[in-house]
């Protein structure tokens, strides 16, 4: 919680203007009884229109200055929180960006959304309404109190009892509202997670007819956040009632207590009505209470949850003896008896795992579906760290390299492709920032996506993903595989890249790639693909079980051959179409 309020320390000055005016209005509500009180009885019952006049001018200016302080520290207080918010989405976006993947598998995408928009909107609004009203209301309480005692202690005691009891009932439901509001929170992130599946997987949920399973999931998610809201709403709105009975009990017994000492002379009239006039400005001070308590058993329970990200760390960094940062150069790449668990797992997804590729060669990689395919590329870059053994390049371990110079020299095109909204040229620069048009235009042609990209409306300045033009699944590949080549890496990782490209356009571009003097890692379930690569490595459950180059695998690995009978026969029946 604290972490998060450390975000209004800049902002010290104008927040601390918008609570001293506050103070004005607060200070100006609270002599408006006593005012009153005065016109009441030394005006009206002794029917002198002078001090009439004399106290209906003071009411009437400090009313005018009251309302001047308002609106500047409406005004101030718009400022603060929306420069807080801010600064607080921006520092938790830089937060998330410097997570590790280990760090993103703790926490669920839909819930990261939801924590930086809608927590921080919760927050904002917070902070927004202390400078105006949060504050002043139980500021208006306690002065209110003081005035009443300071004009009539006798009738005033009724208040003093009335009030610590309504006190501490507020208490109770601040402390169990928290709790209720932070499971509301998480109901939403299941709200916000089934959403986004839905609009991701839309086309596939039509394809599978699957809608009403869909909607029925949504109406569960829903069903049981507004289940959730209700139950905290109705403990919020029972305070309400219960508020108004014990005031309006209090205002009863001041009026009766209060006839009988104006008739016994202990009162005067404007006293009764002075403590009348600040029962009611406490009773809507603390009926303004629930809607407080609301507000920060919300806050407590979103600044709890922005605070557990702004508190993860990243679980990879450089190391501080990486700070000789050596630089990738070559290429050439080590694995040395690497085993590796994912955070929280048991089972070994990569066992014992050692080979060599050197500079500038191609490495096929191959195995069944879940063998650690994907696991050992994203060692290369350290997107993950290996648990046990080591990665090497350029023969110097991967962790005395610091992050960037190492993933700066490494070009990687995941399994799926991912575009980002914007126009083709920028997706391929997306590599490379300071890329010329003569650079986008070549690592296009080497992706054997050039052509198609000429015969866009826009060409290279047609806009692409969301509201864009839909590009096949082997056009994306593609385009993912310049955004890589642009970068010139010294270490190319295509991870099943070239699965939708036809043989033909795939023998180009592996011929475009052998121009580069990277050295290769390809995962491909072709085998002709894999081999006219330099070496095979053939993953089964984790363990390398072969590697080596395909006229040898051929004479030595049984594994191997059926894998290319299989395959041959397959593709002659391709070409025999
Ligand atoms: N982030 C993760 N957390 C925990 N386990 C994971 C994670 N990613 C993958 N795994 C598990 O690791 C194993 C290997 O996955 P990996 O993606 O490396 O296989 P793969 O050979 O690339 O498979 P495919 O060919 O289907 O892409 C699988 O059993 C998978 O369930």
């Given at each position: 919680?604290?972490r998060v309020f450390?975000?209004?320390?800049?902002?010290?000055l104008?927040?601390?203007l918008?609570?001293?005016l506050m103070?004005v209005e607060?200070?100006v509500?609270?002599?408006?009884p006593?005012?009153?009180?005065?016109?009441i009885?030394?005006g009206?019952?002794?029917k002198?229109?002078?001090?009439i006049w004399?106290?209906?001018?003071?009411?009437l200016a400090?009313s005018?200055?009251?309302f001047?302080?308002?609106?500047?520290?409406s005004f101030?207080?718009?400022?603060?929180s929306?420069?807080?918010?801010?600064?607080l989405?921006?520092?938790?976006?830089k937060?998330?960006q410097?997570?590790?993947f280990?760090?993103?598998d703790e926490?669920?995408?839909?819930?990261?959304?939801?924590?930086?928009?809608?927590d921080v909107?919760t927050?904002?609004?917070?902070?927004?309404?202390?400078l105006r009203?949060?504050?002043?209301a139980?500021?208006l309480v306690?002065?209110?109190?003081?005035?009443?005692?300071?004009?009539?202690?006798?009738?005033?005691?009724?208040?003093?009892?009335?009030?610590?009891?309504?006190?501490?009932f507020?208490?109770?439901v601040?402390?169990?509202g928290?709790?209720m509001f932070r499971?509301v929170?998480?109901?939403?992130?299941k709200v916000?997670?089934v959403?986004k599946?839905n609009?991701?997987g839309?086309?596939?949920?039509?394809?599978?007819l699957n809608?009403?399973?869909e909607?029925r999931?949504?109406?569960g998610?829903?069903e049981?956040?507004r289940?959730?809201?209700?139950?905290?709403?109705?403990?919020?709105e029972?305070t309400?009632p219960?508020?108004?009975f014990v005031?309006n009990?209090g205002?009863?017994?001041?009026?009766?207590?209060?006839?009988g000492?104006?008739?016994?002379g202990g009162?005067?009239?404007g006293?009764?009505v002075a403590?009348?006039?600040y029962?009611l400005?406490?009773t809507?001070?603390?009926?303004m209470?629930?809607?407080?308590?609301m507000?920060?058993?919300?806050?407590?329970?979103?600044?709890?949850r922005?605070?557990?990200?702004l508190?993860t760390?990243p679980?990879?960094?450089?190391l501080?003896?990486?700070s000789?940062?050596?630089?990738?150069?070559?290429?050439?790449v080590?694995?040395?008896?690497?085993?590796?668990?994912?955070?929280?797992?048991?089972?070994?997804?990569l066992?014992?795992v050692?080979?060599t590729?050197d500079?500038?060669?191609?490495t096929a990689i191959?195995?069944?579906?879940?063998?650690?395919k994907?696991?050992?590329?994203?060692?290369?870059?350290r997107l993950?760290?290996?648990?046990?053994?080591?990665v090497?390049?350029?023969?110097?371990?991967?962790?005395q390299?610091r992050l960037?110079?190492l993933?700066?020299?490494i070009g990687?095109?995941?399994?799926e492709?991912?575009?980002?909204?914007?126009?083709?040229k920028?997706?391929?620069?997306?590599?490379k920032p300071?890329?010329t048009?003569e650079?986008i235009?070549?690592a296009?042609k080497?992706?054997q996506?050039h052509d198609?990209?000429?015969?866009l409306?826009k060409?290279?300045?047609?806009?692409?993903?969301?509201?864009?033009?839909n590009?096949?699944?082997g056009q994306k590949?593609?385009?993912s595989?310049?955004r890589a080549?642009?970068r010139?890496?010294?270490?190319l990782l295509?991870d099943?890249?070239?699965?939708?490209?036809?043989l033909?356009t795939?023998?180009?571009?592996?011929?475009a790639?052998g121009t580069?003097?990277c050295?290769?890692?390809?995962i491909t379930q072709?085998?002709s693909?894999?081999s006219a690569?330099?070496?095979?490595?053939?993953?089964?459950d984790g363990?390398?079980?072969?590697?080596?180059?395909?006229?040898?695998?051929?004479r030595?690995s049984d594994?191997?051959?059926?894998?290319?009978?299989?395959?041959?026969?397959g593709?002659r029946?391709?070409?025999?179409?």
């Amino acid at each position: 919680m604290n972490r998060v309020f450390s975000f209004l320390k800049p902002y010290r000055l104008p927040a601390g203007l918008a609570l001293t005016l506050m103070l004005v209005e607060l200070a100006v509500e609270l002599a408006q009884p006593l005012i009153i009180a005065r016109m009441i009885d030394d005006g009206i019952l002794q029917k002198d229109m002078g001090v009439i006049w004399l106290w209906g001018g003071a009411l009437l200016a400090m009313s005018i200055f009251a309302f001047a302080a308002g609106v500047t520290n409406s005004f101030l207080a718009s400022r603060v929180s929306q420069g807080f918010a801010y600064d607080l989405r921006s520092s938790l976006f830089k937060k998330v960006q410097s997570f590790s993947f280990s760090n993103l598998d703790e926490f669920l995408t839909s819930s990261l959304i939801t924590r930086v928009t809608n927590d921080v909107n919760t927050i904002q609004m917070t902070v927004f309404m202390s400078l105006r009203i949060m504050l002043r209301a139980p500021l208006l309480v306690i002065g209110g109190t003081v005035m009443a005692l300071f004009v009539n202690a006798k009738l005033a005691l009724i208040l003093v009892i009335a009030i610590p009891v309504l006190i501490f009932f507020l208490l109770w439901v601040l402390k169990t509202g928290g709790a209720m509001f932070r499971a509301v929170q998480e109901r939403l992130d299941k709200v916000n997670g089934v959403m986004k599946e839905n609009l991701a997987g839309m086309r596939i949920i039509k394809a599978f007819l699957n809608s009403g399973y869909e909607i029925r999931r949504f109406t569960g998610a829903t069903e049981d956040l507004r289940k959730r809201t209700t139950t905290v709403l109705r403990l919020i709105e029972m305070t309400m009632p219960i508020l108004y009975f014990v005031m309006n009990a209090g205002i009863i017994a001041i009026l009766w207590f209060g006839a009988g000492e104006v008739s016994s002379g202990g009162a005067k009239v404007g006293e009764v009505v002075a403590i009348v006039n600040y029962s009611l400005r406490i009773t809507a001070a603390i009926s303004m209470f629930s809607f407080i308590i609301m507000a920060f058993s919300r806050t407590r329970a979103s600044s709890q949850r922005v605070s557990e990200v702004l508190e993860t760390e990243p679980h990879l960094h450089d190391l501080s003896s990486a700070s000789r940062s050596p630089e990738v150069t070559d290429g050439s790449v080590e694995f040395q008896n690497v085993t590796f668990y994912y955070p929280g797992s048991e089972t070994p997804v990569l066992k014992g795992v050692s080979f060599t590729a050197d500079k500038g060669t191609t490495t096929a990689i191959m195995g069944a579906t879940g063998s650690g395919k994907s696991t050992l590329f994203q060692l290369i870059p350290r997107l993950y760290d290996a648990t046990e053994g080591e990665v090497f390049l350029d023969g110097e371990e991967a962790g005395q390299y610091r992050l960037q110079n190492l993933r700066e020299q490494i070009g990687y095109v995941p399994q799926e492709s991912i575009l980002f909204t914007g126009t083709v040229k920028d997706n391929i620069a997306w590599g490379k920032p300071d890329a010329t048009m003569e650079d986008i235009i070549q690592a296009a042609k080497d992706a054997q996506i050039h052509d198609t990209i000429e015969n866009l409306p826009k060409g290279y300045d047609t806009v692409v993903g969301q509201k864009g033009v839909n590009l096949s699944g082997g056009q994306k590949q593609r385009l993912s595989i310049a955004r890589a080549l642009i970068r010139k890496p010294a270490i190319l990782l295509l991870d099943d890249s070239t699965s939708a490209l036809d043989l033909k356009t795939e023998g180009k571009l592996m011929k475009a790639l052998g121009t580069y003097p990277c050295t290769t890692f390809l995962i491909t379930q072709k085998i002709s693909t894999a081999s006219a690569s330099d070496q095979i490595l053939i993953l089964d459950d984790g363990e390398l079980m072969e590697h080596g180059p395909h006229e040898e695998l051929l004479r030595t690995s049984d594994i191997y051959r059926r894998i290319w009978q299989s395959q041959m026969k397959g593709e002659r029946v391709h070409e025999a179409l």
